[in-house]
C-alpha cells in the first residue's frame, strides 16, 4: 500500500508544496503568535517529517518569529505557509488550510489552550494542553 500525498499551496499558487506520508498529529494552536502570524483565532498545524516535505513549486520566504523558530509564507499573497523550530528539527508543520484536500488531516488536538481568546469556545471533545502536548497530560 502506498503512502498518502498531502499536496497544498498558498492562495495565488506561487508557492507549492507535497509531504508523502501520514501525519504525525494535526493540532489547533492557540498561542499569540500563531494568532498573530495568521490573522486568526486560532492556526490548524499538520505536522510532518521533514525528510518527507519538499517544496514543488516556488520560493517561501521565512520569518524568524522567536529564537530558534522559522515561519515560511508567500511573499506574492502572504499565506503562511509552515512552521519550523530548532527544538524538533524533523519536523515541519503546514498550515492545514493550505492542503489542496484539508479534509483529509482532521485535528485531534488543542495546544497552547492557556494563551486561546476568551471568547473563543470549542466543543469538538478533543483534548486540550496548556502548552506544548509532548509530554504533558490534558488540562481540559
Do not use: N
Not at 502572504?78 to 524538533?88: C, D, K, M, Q, W
Not at 498550515?95 to 485535528?107: E, M, Q, R, V
Request: proline share 7%; glycine share 10%; hydrophobic share 40%.
Amino acid at each position: 500500500m502506498s503512502e498518502p500525498i498531502h499536496d497544498g499551496g498558498c492562495l495565488c499558487g506561487a508557492v507549492r508544496y507535497r509531504a508523502v506520508g501520514e501525519p504525525l498529529w494535526v493540532a489547533h494552536c492557540h498561542c499569540e503568535s500563531c494568532r498573530k502570524g495568521s490573522g486568526a483565532a486560532m492556526l490548524t498545524w499538520v505536522g510532518l517529517l521533514q525528510d518527507q516535505f519538499t517544496w514543488t513549486a516556488g520560493a517561501p520566504v521565512r520569518f524568524e518569529s522567536s529564537p530558534g523558530v522559522r515561519r515560511a509564507f508567500c511573499a506574492a499573497c502572504g499565506t503562511p505557509l509552515t512552521y519550523e523550530a530548532v527544538r524538533i528539527a524533523d519536523e515541519v508543520h503546514v498550515t492545514a488550510g493550505t492542503l489542496d484536500d484539508p479534509a483529509s488531516a482532521p485535528p485531534t488536538l488543542h495546544v497552547w489552550w492557556e494563551e486561546r481568546l476568551s471568547w473563543l469556545h470549542t466543543d469538538d471533545g478533543l483534548p486540550k494542553f496548556a502548552k506544548r502536548a509532548r509530554g504533558a497530560d490534558p488540562v481540559a
